[in-house]
């Protein structure tokens, strides 16, 4: 008792800077277990704390100790520091490989927890549901679903552990920081893979092949009334429309009325656009693929982001977070199938052109929203003027609201893609990601060629998730036909080819080119001697008239031109054989459709 007063107090004294809380009192309280076997520290903290990683993974050992014929544990990776990233696999009959949960011909959830190691819902509240099956209490579930479960991805994260890593977030008391031991944010990681702990994320998908991917994490950012929001990129701008609908018509139904029955509020996925002045707006996000959701969008794997509110308190959030998951769980039981048939008509669209890039719209839609009062006033501290939550409902009935809509930047999609042998390190990232890649093995000629070449570039002034990225603008040039035996061959025409286009086309803002994996094209190596270079230039003008007339008329127009001697020379150079030829090109070669329009 004296411990958890202590607790409490601890609890009181760290969120009293926050805005004050709405009272809540759900049905879902009668989930806690409050002795008895398999009890989580969740449970016996009252609510209050979350287990470290020893704790974690011992708790995970009497769970399969206490059903084995059920429940196994697998590494699916180690982190930079050597701790291993478990997996639990759940099933009625004992399947717990691959090719065993595919025979039982129950669909498989995946569930992911601690991406953010500090937003680490998701694993007390699996923890609850799993004992709730070992014990027979919820028999029902794995007699619907199979499942597999991280308990946490950010292992290292998760032991950077205390009282101080989110000023606004309500609990646990002690919780683990953002990024890993390499300070790389996971959920920035889905198209680059530098990380070992997406990467085994990658693994598992690939592998298991689930049928609903879960990733549960707690908000940033203003405070209202629902306690767990979640989503999908819409259907207007999602990549799997039909999948996006398919979530919207048979889950969220499910999802809502078990949290509303429960207690809890859910509410749409959406943040602000001015968070000092809430009556702005909202900002309609729509996920990219170095996102868990949006590269789940773009494989055509059915994808929910969770964010638990982070104003609510954690003992609320993880309750809202079981039933939340037992919702989708009901769900996938009910809709496999019609889920099933949205994955398989988008895995046989193949697009002519892609949206790479979006803006918010000019113009926004309306929302209703239930929202929290707030003043501004003054601050002497920031000079300007901030918002204060009030702790009192507000109704919203037409909230504005602004989706990314605009097509910021449109890519006609090629026909392939073709990869020299020298980029082994990029053909095996897309294998991972489950792109086919082919060898090109046959000497006959490739038509239909063209190259990237980099007209204009500039790299970000500061490191970014550990990368300078790149932005540029490209001509794309005719390639003379050529052997490309050794290549590898990339086609679109296959289920994941709207996510190779966006890891290899260069103008994709998740590319490849973009994160920074062919920087090297922007060196050059060869140089040329003046002494050597003006004979040269000299018999190359006379010889070739055109160019003569094109290097007078650029003296006579461009003043600066004519007064710079290097630049004289550089020019005359880049018309010369010997300039390199790789400068500033694109390795990676594109095939389209002789009809095709290339959008620049």
Do not use: C
Not at 355 to 377: C, D, H, L, M, Q
Not at 378 to 387: D, F, H, N, R, T
Request: no cysteine; proline share 6%; net charge negative.
């Amino acid at each position: 008792m004296i411990a958890s007063l202590l607790l409490f107090s601890a609890s009181i004294t760290l969120d009293s800077h926050l805005p004050p809380l709405l009272p809540w009192q759900g049905q879902s309280l009668a989930l806690i277990q409050q002795k008895g076997p398999l009890t989580t520290d969740f449970e016996l903290s009252e609510g209050l704390k979350s287990p470290n990683y020893q704790q974690t993974m011992a708790f995970v050992d009497r769970l399969v100790a206490a059903n084995p014929t059920q429940f196994q544990v697998q590494t699916i990776a180690h982190s930079a520091s050597g701790r291993a990233i478990n997996m639990m696999v759940a099933s009625e009959d004992g399947a717990f490989t691959p090719s065993q949960l595919m025979q039982n011909a129950k669909p498989t959830i995946f569930i992911q927890a601690g991406i953010h190691a500090g937003e680490i819902d998701g694993k007390d509240a699996m923890f609850m549901l799993l004992r709730d099956i070992a014990t027979g209490k919820r028999r029902d579930i794995l007699s619907q679903v199979n499942i597999l479960f991280i308990p946490i991805l950010n292992v290292d994260g998760h032991e950077r552990s205390s009282q101080f890593n989110r000023i606004n977030q309500r609990g646990p008391v002690e919780m683990g920081f953002r990024t890993n031991a390499n300070n790389l944010n996971l959920n920035r990681d889905f198209t680059k893979l530098d990380t070992p702990e997406v990467r085994g994320v990658l693994k598992v998908i690939k592998q298991f092949n689930p049928d609903l991917y879960i990733d549960v994490h707690v908000t940033d950012g203003a405070d209202y009334q629902y306690d767990v929001t979640y989503g999908y990129n819409p259907v207007f701008a999602s990549e799997s429309p039909s999948v996006s609908d398919a979530l919207n018509n048979y889950f969220k139904p499910i999802i809502d009325t078990k949290l509303q029955e429960q207690g809890h509020i859910p509410g749409p996925l959406v943040f602000v656009m001015d968070k000092r002045e809430f009556k702005k707006g909202l900002a309609g996000w729509v996920a990219t693929p170095r996102y868990s959701n949006g590269w789940g969008d773009l494989r055509s794997l059915p994808t929910i982001l969770v964010e638990n509110h982070s104003l609510k308190p954690y003992k609320q959030r993880v309750l809202g977070t079981y039933v939340f998951l037992d919702g989708a769980i009901s769900a996938l039981a009910q809709h496999h199938q019609q889920l099933t048939e949205a994955v398989e008509k988008e895995h046989d669209f193949v697009p002519s052109q892609l949206i790479v890039e979006r803006g918010y719209a000019k113009e926004p839609n309306t929302i209703a929203f239930a929202g929290i009062k707030y003043s501004r006033s003054m601050s002497a501290l920031s000079g300007q003027i901030e918002v204060k939550y009030l702790g009192e409902k507000q109704h919203y009935d037409a909230l504005p609201i602004y989706w990314q809509k605009d097509a910021k930047t449109v890519i006609t999609v090629p026909n392939s893609f073709y990869i020299p042998p020298a980029y082994p390190h990029i053909v095996e990232k897309l294998k991972l990601h489950g792109i086919t890649v082919e060898n090109v093995s046959s000497d006959e000629l490739v038509t239909n060629l063209k190259v990237a070449v980099v007209t204009k570039h500039e790299f970000d002034k500061a490191p970014f998730e550990g990368r300078f990225r790149v932005n540029a603008d490209f001509d794309f040039v005719d390639v003379p036909e050529k052997s490309l035996t050794g290549w590898s061959k990339v086609e679109t025409a296959q289920p994941f080819g709207e996510l190779a286009t966006h890891l290899l086309h260069p103008k994709a803002p998740d590319s490849f080119f973009a994160w920074g994996e062919f920087n090297t094209i922007f060196q050059r190596t060869e140089y040329m001697e003046n002494y050597a270079l003006a004979p040269y230039a000299r018999h190359m003008l006379k010889d070739k008239s055109a160019l003569a007339l094109e290097f007078d008329k650029k003296i006579r127009e461009d003043v600066a031109f004519a007064k710079n001697a290097q630049a004289r020379l550089n020019w005359l150079y880049e018309h010369t054989p010997f300039y390199d030829q790789a400068y500033l090109k694109y390795p990676v070669l594109m095939t389209f459709d002789t009809k095709s329009q290339i959008k620049n």
